[in-house]
């Protein structure tokens, strides 16, 4: 069974500067967007080892640190790099259309 894309706007994709992330919060939805050499990743704005806001915490050398037990994920594939390989930050599928950020919540 697969789920349907459902592309939503978020903002405008130059909110997030490169080398920086940024929360939105869309349909009761929290994502931190993630602008890496200009490319964006979306990820649940929640560290999955005790919900950290991962907004919160720091981005550096693309990698997102947690900001309550500096967890950290890989900021392009969310891949937990310690401890490592144990479990990902929730990816959000993202484009860009007209300067416009989509996410899909679908």
Known sequence: MSRESRFVAIGPAALVEIGQMREFVVEDVEL?????????????NRCPHQGGP???????DGVIWCPWHLWQFDAKTGRSRFPEGYTRA??????????QILVDLG
């Open 32 to 44: 931190v967007v993630v602008n890496l050499d200009g490319e964006l990743t979306a990820f649940a």
């Open 54 to 60: 991962l907004s919160k915490g720091k981005l550096e």
């Open 90 to 99: 929730a990816r959000y599928p993202l484009k860009v259309e007209d300067g």
